[in-house]
């Protein structure tokens, strides 16, 4: 027989390769880290990749993705078969504003101009923390900027337009508010936060296709059992996985420790807490984004316990 053709029957004859599982998100936050930390140290045993996305990428070839639930929630509206599986990270943001601007408390910040990244969990957090002082989100200046998590910081990001007084405050996730404390000096800012108000709840998604699909199951069940096993480290041994997370994101070691206590490593609480958090959000949300609000029903259909469940069982 021709070698050529004897090769292609062998192939025909293997058992098929399994594909590996794909993770959307975006790999420049602290966030992500697990999903490295599993795939790169084998926790999770079969193939695995992280590929640029989130939530949104399900849509494609994705098989999960990880998001905060503001995404998640923007989702949903239009993908009902979407469903958040699992709670990876609840990470307590902080918003940092320059007491030079006279600025106290939150309510001094009606007028200003506030640093943040419109129609993300930033964006929720900000107008949801300075509202809860009776301050609207249309009285004071939202300012878009650039992201920075190493210093030194370029003119346009917000650490830096912190410093120069370009804005006179700033909230988003880490390790860019802890930069602009520094850039302002400690002694010249005030920071706020109120994780009953708002927290990111960083969560990992995956459609009810996939979710039904028995061979697919297995896979996330086992994926979301190595997150579990991962995230035992991150919470016990933060010491251990700072080099990594630090290399991973390209952060300095020295910022990251002092942001790590803002991070509340999961797996997180999925009962009604989650559900009432949800709600309130949506209710925000489905106002900015000028569309109808899920259903409390529905929210609890979009939250699905039932992969942590199995994966507890193994």
Request: aromatic share 8%; net charge neutral.
């Amino acid at each position: 027989m021709h070698p050529i053709r004897t090769l292609g029957l062998l192939a025909a004859l293997l058992p098929p390769q399994a594909a590996a599982i794909k993770v959307a998100c975006n790999e420049a936050w602290i966030e992500h880290t697990p999903f490295a930390y599993a795939h790169k140290n084998k926790i999770y045993k079969d193939e695995a990749s992280i590929v640029s996305g989130g939530v949104a990428s399900l849509s494609g070839d994705v098989e999960l993705g990880g998001n905060a639930e503001t995404q998640g929630l923007k989702q949903y509206a239009s993908h009902k078969n979407y469903r958040l599986i699992y709670i990876v990270v609840e990470a307590t943001y902080r918003l940092v504003a320059n007491k030079a601007a006279g600025i106290k408390t939150l309510a001094d910040l009606k007028g200003k101009k506030v640093g943040t990244f419109q129609g993300s969990s930033a964006q929720v957090f900000v107008d949801t923390l300075i509202g809860s002082a009776g301050v609207d989100r249309n009285e004071f200046t939202t300012v878009s900027g650039s992201m920075c998590m190493r210093a030194p910081c370029a003119a346009n990001t917000f650490p830096q337009r912190l410093k120069n007084r370009d804005i006179d405050a700033f909230g988003c996730w880490e390790t860019a508010v802890e930069l602009g404390i520094e850039a302002a000096g400690e002694e010249n800012v005030v920071v706020f936060k109120n994780a009953t108000l708002y927290r990111e709840i960083y969560s990992l998604y995956a459609t009810t296709e996939n979710l039904k699909n028995p061979s697919m199951r297995k896979k996330i069940v086992q994926y979301v059992k190595a997150l579990n096993q991962t995230l035992e480290v991150f919470k016990n041994s933060p010491e251990t996985v700072y080099p990594f997370v630090a290399k991973e994101i390209g952060v300095d070691v020295p910022v990251l420790r002092k942001v790590w206590p803002e991070h509340k490593w999961g797996p997180g609480d999925m009962g009604e807490d989650l559900i009432d958090f949800l709600e309130r959000e949506e209710q925000y949300l489905s106002k900015v984004d000028k569309r109808k609000a899920a259903t409390r029903a529905e929210l609890k259909k979009f939250v699905d316990t039932s992969v942590y469940e199995d994966a507890m069982k193994l």
